[in-house]
């Protein structure tokens, strides 16, 4: 590959773009130059930090650097999608379970058609997309949820009273949550390289793969992305939307 | 009044409910009336196990109601809420959820349910969202209605409607009690709405029933301070 080096001397030139609205936010006194700083600071020593556990992980033998790294993706994800569902019961050991099975099988998949090799430099960053995006669904699936059974509580408790089982009077709402979690892919595969070519594509084209071996790499990626969002999110609402009952088919008193 | 109950509690209670003894005459309207918070809700909640008792036992026909499966026993106990929860679509797709769920439902029917409420059987295809407060609340009770249930249970189903909409839906409640033999559990805030339509009535307070009786005698002559009390407070 003819790859364009960039120098850490031209990379510190890019403080001059971070200068430019810091200086818009003070004549307009938006309040936000410290927010800017701070998140340009703190993403430039962020992506650093993983360029340098990116090339440990990749200079130990490959199980292991996977194994490691796919795992701290796998917690990460659970932990962050988790935070959006609150206080529903063992929400954190779902969350962890569908994201570890979805990463397990579109991984078992890739080897399997041979996309990629179990090497840690392809395994690492395809785990990444789907994991992080699996992560977004979920949370977005788990906000829902919540809010729904909140918002709807009326309906629900009708639906009941005419002698719908909890699955019937929930499948409004479960149908909800499923949409509000899987729209930013759907909108995101329509419109794609429309507006925005995929980060990843972006990449391997500035990294001088020619665009067509780029297209056919990024089409594998966003079809195993969007299949992994749908299966998570109807996992999970359809696992969770159950502790919202009890056994006697009532809906449970939500405190707070 | 010589009648069988239909409903019976024995020492039921609850976190917010104590003590709990009455029964519900069959094919009479029943109301309970009460202060906010007295637990009205939640007591009409139990009839159709929407809400459970933690002690105590509640008799349906004579048979305790956990021993019915929850799901027909709501379908024979039918419940309308204070608001219409109507579902999204159609005037049609709210008629035939509750039939629909079993696969019993005949489109026909939706003429028959419509007339019970009268409403005119062109709204079969309107949509829900398109209808006014009273037309919500009579599509609501005809949803309710297309289950063919024993037993109604109105928890201040005519409470966010006006007046004229509250006396059309009353005289409606009362010709469907009388055609098809329903028996009615009437909770209201609303104690000209309970003379009305009353035949018998609970009053509650605090979680406790406090006394209960024929409506008019119990209105006309309370024997206890506390609903004495809270006549007095809703007259001034
Ligand atoms: N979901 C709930 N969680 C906690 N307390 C509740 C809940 N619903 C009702 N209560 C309490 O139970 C009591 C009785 O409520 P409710 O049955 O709604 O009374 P009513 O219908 O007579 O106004 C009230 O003190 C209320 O604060
Ligand atoms: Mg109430």
Redo the contacts between chains.
Sequence with gaps: MDTTEISNLSLTFLIVFVIIPVSLSYWFSLGLSKSIVWSSFRGVVQLFLIGYVLTFLFSIPDWQGIALWVTVMVLVATINASKRGGNIPKVRMVVFLIIAIIEVSVLALWLGFGYITFTADKVIPISGMVIGNSMIAIGLALERLQSQFKEER??I?????????PK?SSL?IVRKSLKAAMIPNIDGLKTIGLVQLPGMMTGLILGGVSPLDAVKYQIVISLSIFVSVAICAMLVTMVLYKTFFND????KVIDK | METNSILRCENGSTRILKQLCFSIPENRITTIIGPSGAGKSSLIMLL?????LDNGTIYYKGNNINDYP???L??EI??V?Q?A????GTVEDNLK??PS??NKWDSKNADKLLDLVDLPSSYKLRAVTTLSGGEQQRV?LA??LA?KPNVLLLDEATSALDVNTTKIIEQLLERIQQEDDITMVMVTHNLAQSMRIGDFSLYLQEGKLIESGVTKELLDNPSTKELKNFLNIKKA
């Design positions: 009326g309906r408790l009708a639906a009941l009273s005419l002698g719908a089982t019937q409004m006697k088919m009532q809906l | 159709n196990r929407l809400e459970n929850v799901t027909e709501r379908r039918g419940m809420f608001s929860y109507l579902f999204d959820y509750g769920l079993q609501a949803r309710t289950n």
